[in-house]
């Protein structure tokens, strides 16, 4: 009221304080201005928009608007466009990303008319979605071998490993180095994703078979056979994913694991050899076996003579060029 009096012209003051006088007495009080001018008194309207402050396409969310009114009228928008709510409430779902929203609250009090608005940015997240894990599908033994994550994020992703039962580990980015040890047949591999922001997360998992063999070579047959009787002799092996077989019997080879043969003279004793090969890792071992012949004779053999006739029928275990 000071500077309001010490501002005003002469010839004007008593006629003003008349004026502030009477309307002192009827209870109002307009605001004056530093200049004694009159100015209108500041909004008691408040707004306040709650919710979060970011969303995921195709994760329904919801934003209420606050007021310090009893009764209002609200109207929302969401990026300029009128949304369709309950009162003061926006339920929505985003339907394809874009980096951000834009979420505005009108409210009107019903008694006074007054108006008053607020705005807020919301920040859109994708995913993650459609992961996958790329990299070979068969693992040999002691060798290092590499495997990268890949996930639709936005703004990005961060990416976890597990190896079988083993602990979550981090790998550089989103690729890892694996080395199966001899003894596994098989290794789990699970890639998480995880949003940055949001804390989503999705996995995907390879279950990745690891070479082994040949192991445990042996050829199944009788340990003596008679002349002029057919017997059958057969090579196994543990193999994956797959072995070559080559079979030989004193010499004379031939492709597969199964050998059919007779002996129509007298002859001590005949060597059947099988050669295992890994497909894949190119892993070989070998078995012998020796078979002795019933009834041989060492006075009846003559030197240089063609004792023993081999019939091979042979069942391949694959169809392998040696």
């Known amino acids: 009221m000071d500077n309001i009096y010490t501002s005003t ?55 209420v608007c606050l007021s310090s009114c009893s009764q209002c009228t ?6 300029g466009q009128t949304a369709q709510g309950h009162g003061n409430e926006l ?20 008694a006074t008319t007054e108006t008053a608005e607020k705005e807020k940015k ?21 060798v290092s071998h590499t495997y990268s994550c890949h996930a639709y994020c936005r703004p990005s992703c961060n990416y976890t490993w597990r190896a079988d039962k083993g602990p979550w580990i981090r790998g550089q980015g989103n690729v890892i180095s694996v080395m199966p040890q001899e ?28 070479t082994t063999g040949p192991s445990h070579v042996q050829i199944k047959g009788p340990d003596v056979i008679e002349i002029a009787e057919q017997y059958k002799f057969e090579c196994a092996a543990e193999c994956h994913p ?3 077989y080559v079979s030989s019997v004193d010499g004379q ?19 059947l050899k099988c050669e295992v090969q890994n497909t894949a890792s190119k892993k070989t071992a070998t078995a012998l076996k ?24 042979f069942i391949l275990s694959a169809a392998f060029a040696l």
């Open 91 to 110: 339920a929505f779902t985003v339907k394809s990303w874009v980096e951000a929203l834009t979420v505005k609250c009108t409210v009107t009090d019903d």
């Open 242 to 244: 797959s072995c070559r």
């Open 183 to 210: 003894m596994d047949n098989s290794k789990s591999l699970t890639c998480k994703a995880t949003n940055s922001v949001s804390g989503l997360y999705i996995t995907a998992t390879r279950n990745l078979a690891v």
């Open 253 to 271: 080879t031939v492709r597969g694991n199964v050998i059919e043969m007779s002996v129509d003279e007298p002859h001590k004793s005949v060597t």
């Open 122 to 142: 919301i920040r859109v997240l994708a995913g993650p979605a459609n992961i996958s894990i790329t990299g070979p599908d068969l693992m040999n033994p002691t």
């Open 74 to 79: 609200y109207s929302m928008s969401l990026d």
């Open 290 to 313: 020796t078979v002795q012949i019933k009834g041989f004779d060492n006075k009846s053999t003559r030197p240089g003579e063609t004792l023993v006739l081999l019939l091979f029928a």
């Open 9 to 63: 012209p002469n010839g004007v003051h008593t006629t003003l304080s008349r004026v502030l006088l009477l309307l002192f007495l009827t209870g109002l009080q307009p605001a004056l201005s530093s200049q004694g001018a009159q100015t209108q008194p500041p909004s008691s309207l408040t707004v306040e928009i709650v919710g979060p402050n970011h969303v995921t396409v195709g994760v329904p969310s919801s934003i």
